[in-house]
């Protein structure tokens, strides 16, 4: 590249690489099944790391509460998120 010549812009890179990979008719498919791995794994690590008894533990120790949901009653956390 010159002095003179602007630099290729996104597209064209991008357009370049795919043609590079052989990715160039599978983008949007690839696209949709790392989207689907993202939320699939964000799903799965807070199922897995989020305790019920230990959050509701807290908000009443720390005098926490759900707005609409009155004070004392016991309906369950786990009711509450999955509404």
Do not use: C, W
């Not at 908000?59 to 509450?80: A, E, S, Y």
């Amino acid at each position: 590249m010159t002095t003179n010549q602007k630099p290729p812009s996104t597209k064209t890179r991008l357009a370049t690489l795919a043609r590079k990979t052989r990715l160039e008719g599978q983008t949007a498919l690839l696209l949709g099944v790392f989207i689907a791995l993202i939320i699939f794994f964000a799903y799965f690590y807070t199922a897995v790391t989020f305790n019920t008894s230990d959050v509701a533990d807290n908000m009443k120790k720390f005098g926490g509460f759900i707005p609409g949901i009155r004070p004392g009653t016991h309906i369950g956390l786990p009711v509450v998120i999955n509404d």
